[in-house]
């Protein structure tokens, strides 16, 4: 399994660009999908977040008014961190149940889509990095027009996130999303290309390390559930991986 970051700042088309990757065979696992469930109705995520901003980010439901609370926290950094300490921890542990469990099914190329990325130091967990680049005035425009918020709210949404600048010298692969959907999707096309590729290289990888092993037979007590876990992963991901 090859786990790929996949990031972009708001309004950059990171969640299309994962949509298109889903379609193509990866498996997605979508942070702020992840973040939704993690302050539902009864959960402690969301009485820490009633504990701090109060009653009226709760909507009659008991459901989080996400409005409310992102015209706060947008608005003032501190609030921001807050919340992010709030929810970040919740989100890490589904995350990592997910990848856990798409490495028990053999699933070979493995995606999370993680906003901040960056800015909470995840590079090193990844075996690649993409990120969706877009012009900041295309992002601002796509908040206004497409999301419906207001420009000051966008504006302030949009400067809380690490500059895309910084992002690009980091990552492997950058796709800039401000043409037609036709260049993105062959943008995402010869991207996938390359993560199939990776995908096969690392099942290469892996069988070399299990010949050595074998060949050596250096302890192999001690390495033993490791190697036969290794053979399996091998087996999953050659029935699964093809490159086009």
């Not at 088309?13 to 702020?32: N, Y």
């Not at 402690?44 to 009659?60: E, H």
């Not at 199939?196 to 990888?205: C, E, I, L, M, P």
């Amino acid at each position: 399994m090859i786990l790929i970051g996949l990031t972009g700042n708001i309004a950059s088309g990171k969640s299309e660009v994962a949509k298109m990757l889903a379609d193509r065979g990866a498996t997605i696992i979508d942070a702020d999908e992840l973040a939704r469930e993690a302050v539902r109705p009864e959960t402690q995520a969301l009485r820490d977040i009633v504990k701090r901003w109060g009653k009226d980010i709760v909507k009659q439901d008991g459901s989080l008014d996400r409005g409310a609370l992102r015209r706060i926290v947008f608005a003032d950094r501190d609030e921001l961190n807050a919340l992010n300490r709030i929810v970040h921890p919740g989100v890490t542990r589904m995350q990592d149940r997910e990848v856990a469990r798409a490495k028990e099914r053999g699933d070979p190329i493995v995606v999370c889509v993680i906003p901040l990325l960056f800015e909470r130091n995840l590079v090193d967990e990844f075996d690649a990095i993409v990120l969706v680049d877009a012009p900041r005035p295309v992002r601002l425009e796509r908040l206004v027009t497409t999301r419906g918020l207001e420009e000051t709210e966008a504006m302030n949404m949009i400067a809380a996130q690490m500059p895309a600048e910084l992002k690009r010298a980091r990552a492997d692969f950058c796709i800039d999303n401000n043409g037609s959907r036709d260049e993105l999707e062959r943008d995402v096309d010869a991207l996938w290309s390359s993560l199939q590729r990776t995908a096969v290289d690392k099942v290469s990888d892996i069988r070399n390390i299990l010949k050595d092993l074998r060949a050596t037979g250096r302890n192999t007590r001690a390495v033993g559930s490791d190697v036969r876990a290794m053979g399996s992963d091998v087996g999953a991901m050659e029935s699964q991986v093809t490159v086009s």
